[in-house]
């Protein structure tokens, strides 16, 4: 069966699991790979998850299934590949995982051992790595002779220097893993090679703050090509405030609860991972586009808004001092690239660092939208963690354009 290129060339499926969600992409092999489809399943666990896709022809699709679980949304999706593109067409799986922990700095193919590695890293992250697991062998179950690769979000920040490493608590937990790890690290990886791409290899071995802004919001500052520090720490609950996330907490705060609220560690996990951030402070939304709207009649909503860019410009102010200055900020992420009131807002009052925006640009999410003058310049680059796992698995298993189906 001929896939949508009406090729025999195999086909490449990205898979981006999230807590509700999967995103996922299909590519042919090549430098860099073709983007044929990609899609989502939104609402997992939840009654009317969405099936949507979306073609590079300028074909969508969109409709309601029933996916109680991540195991019954893949499986959806194997469907759907089977149909659309044809079980002979699927060459390679790549998956996002979260979390590589200390051990893994590079994509690896999925084996047994990484899973049981993954299944003894799981407390670090139990937010992420069960329901990436569970994906990872939802498609060993229905094609158990597909090649699966995973691509890790702490890779990144592997190396960072010592002092950004260390987290200031009794050194003997250091033996048992627990550090600074960073996330967002396939944003980064993109992030860093489109800057060298578009501005040259001088701007991208200056000082640099990438802003990684979603659901998920993290910051990196990155030296000579080099990331030296990151928002996120132990878990991606760390940093500033995100879309239901607390970002950074006093501590305290644990054994307060527990006295006064009777709260138990699970409880403030669930607290501060899903029910804090922009929808804790709004108690309407997590979503910023919602708070915009409603910030001129609900002050809970405005508070939000104002949270969020008030932590990330501290961020920023931070990461410039660690840098010992600043030549580069890129906005990305759904937030970073697609609001241009939020960069706005982060912005003012940085005219000392040397960022001044220009409006006009600003307001049509341009690719650079800081002012001739600027000292620094202000990016808004849209990132593209699929390609990122698609690349990867091209060079895990040696694909390329040429290659054919075996």
Not at 40 to 61: H, M, S
Not at 98 to 122: A, F, M, W
Not at 353 to 366: F, K, P, R, V
Request: with cysteine.
């Amino acid at each position: 069966m001929t896939n949508v290129t009406g090729t025999k060339t195999p086909m490449i499926l990205t898979i981006n699991g999230g807590s509700s969600s999967i995103r996922f992409a299909v590519f042919e092999p090549g430098e860099p790979p073709r983007r044929i489809i990609e899609g989502r399943i939104e609402r997992v666990g939840l009654p009317g998850a969405r099936f949507t896709t979306e073609g590079a022809d300028g074909q969508n699709t969109s409709e309601t299934i029933h996916a109680p679980n991540h195991t019954t949304a893949v499986n959806a999706l194997m469907d759907w590949l089977e149909k659309g593109i044809g079980r002979n067409a699927l060459r390679a799986v790549g998956h996002r995982v979260v979390h590589g922990g200390p051990k893994y700095t590079q994509p690896q193919r999925i084996t047994r051992e990484l899973v049981d590695y993954l299944r003894q890293l799981s407390p670090f992250d139990p937010d992420h790595l069960p329901e990436e697991i569970e994906l990872t062998e939802a498609v060993f179950r229905r094609f158990p002779d597909l090649p699966q690769i995973a691509c890790f979000d702490t890779a990144f920040h592997h190396d960072l220097p010592r002092v950004a490493q260390l987290l200031p608590i009794p050194r003997r937990f250091e033996a048992l893993g627990v550090r600074r790890y960073g996330f967002h690290g396939l944003s980064y990886a993109y992030l860093m090679e489109e800057l060298d791409r578009v501005a040259g290899p001088e701007a991208a071995r200056g000082r640099i703050i990438l802003a990684h802004l979603g659901n998920g919001a993290s910051m990196a500052a990155v030296r000579e090509g080099k990331p030296i520090d990151t928002s996120m720490a132990f878990t991606p609950t760390a940093g500033f405030p995100m879309s239901t996330r607390s970002g950074d907490l006093d501590p305290g705060l644990v054994w307060y609860l527990a006295r006064t609220q009777q709260t138990t560690a699970k409880q403030f996990n669930a607290m501060v991972n899903h029910q804090s951030g922009l929808l804790g402070v709004s108690e309407t939304s997590s979503d910023m586009r919602d708070l915009m709207e409603q910030e001129t009649k609900d002050e809970r909503a405005a508070d939000a808004v104002a949270l969020f860019c008030y932590h990330v410009k501290k961020w920023i102010g931070a990461f410039a001092a660690a840098l010992g200055g600043l030549d580069t900020l890129v906005f990305s992420g759904g937030i970073g690239e697609n609001a241009p009131e939020v960069r706005t807002r982060i912005c003012d009052g940085l005219g000392f660092l040397g960022i001044e925006l220009d409006e006009e640009q600003d307001a049509t999410n341009a690719p650079v939208i800081s002012r001739a003058s600027s000292r620094v310049t202000v990016r808004v680059i849209r990132t593209d963690e699929e390609l990122m796992i698609a690349r990867a698995v091209c060079r895990v298993l040696g694909l390329s354009a040429a290659t054919k189906e075996v």
